[in-house]
């Protein structure tokens, strides 16, 4: 059991190394090259290599207690596992109550819905398409080139009957109430009497296809809603990690245990006969050297009668 429970932690510490070492290598490769330029990829280059050390680092802990048995650095791994599995457990929670609000509105005859801002919880608003945040999502949002898939759409009836996603929808087109005309799904012209609504994003519309509608607030809520998925599916993903990280500290206590019992059945004896020989000895040389600094000698070669009563007899 104890093998086994050795052998399955090294392979999962094995894979959590690689995964390390994969993030480092992506975190340097987006730095160096010139892809590495713009600010979305800039922007995740330090998590990923932050996150790449950590689990470098977490990993070699595993490999070299499990491997090597030192209890005392599968104690230190067995730590951060916890404060890994609070974590985790904590964010699961947190994602779940501030992406418990968001519902869309189905627009008559066409395959998607418009996102209002007001759907979506304080939190989200406030720390998520805030103005500093936004710049790099937006660029996050150009690099990806989302908006060019929907230039398959040939005319308006196959625009139309696509079911897009909330960023196409917030971000690639005007709000449906501004009864824009389409050109085509990237290009939109407004009404000769002027937009259908008062909405600020059908000003801020441009056919700029740098530009297109990453500056509305329905493409905010599109961001938002796509988030409000992604972090739910992340909450999902972070109670199987749960389980996943709890079976890594759970072969980790079985090696602990195997080896404290092993060192315990087989070494016992001689700690024992160590500590109360040391313990002796530190009594005998008290009481002689007190008395006359010289017969400490008698001390030491006592010490060395105890040790071979204890260890050879």
């Given at each position: ?284 040389f008290t009481l002689v050297c007190f008395d006359d600094i010289r017969v400490c000698k008698i001390g030491v070669r006592t010490f060395l009668t105890l040790i071979k009563t204890f260890v050879f007899s």
């Amino acid at each position: 059991m104890a093998k086994t429970s050795n052998v399955l932690t090294t392979i999962l510490n094995v894979l959590t190394l690689l995964l390390g070492v994969l993030l480092i290598f992506g975190a340097i490769w987006t730095t160096v090259h010139p892809g590495g330029e713009t600010l979305c990829e800039k922007t995740f280059a330090k998590p990923y290599l932050f996150t790449g050390i950590f689990l470098v680092v977490l990993a070699v802990l595993g490999i070299v207690g499990a491997t090597f048995k030192i209890n005392a650095i599968l104690y230190i791994y067995s730590a951060v596992l916890l404060i890994i599995i609070l974590g985790l457990l904590a964010f699961a929670i947190f994602a779940l109550v501030v992406t418990n609000k968001g519902i869309g509105k189905a627009v008559s005859g066409q395959g998607f819905q418009d996102y209002r801002i007001g759907d979506y919880s304080k939190w989200l608003k406030k720390h998520v398409v805030n103005e500093n945040n936004w710049a790099k999502i937006k660029s996050c949002l150009s690099d990806s080139r989302i908006c060019m898939a929907l230039a398959q759409s040939k005319n308006s009836g196959d625009f139309y009957r696509r079911n897009l996603n909330p960023l196409e929808s917030g971000c690639c087109k005007p709000p449906g109430d501004c009864k824009f005309l389409f050109v085509n799904a990237t290009y939109w012209q407004a009404p000769k009497s002027g937009p259908g609504s008062n909405d600020p994003d059908c000003a801020t519309w441009s056919n700029n296809q740098k530009k297109l509608c990453y500056n509305c607030g329905s493409c905010k809520v599109g961001v938002l809603t796509n988030m409000r998925h992604l972090w739910r599916g992340f909450a999902v993903l972070n109670f199987s990690i749960l389980i996943f990280v709890i079976l890594v500290a759970v072969q980790s206590e079985t090696i602990k245990r195997y080896q404290n019992h092993v060192i315990s059945r087989y070494l016992g004896p001689w700690i024992e006969a160590a500590c109360l020989c040391s313990n002796l000895c530190s009594r005998l040389f008290t009481l002689v050297c007190f008395d006359d600094i010289r017969v400490c000698k008698i001390g030491v070669r006592t010490f060395l009668t105890l040790i071979k009563t204890f260890v050879f007899s």
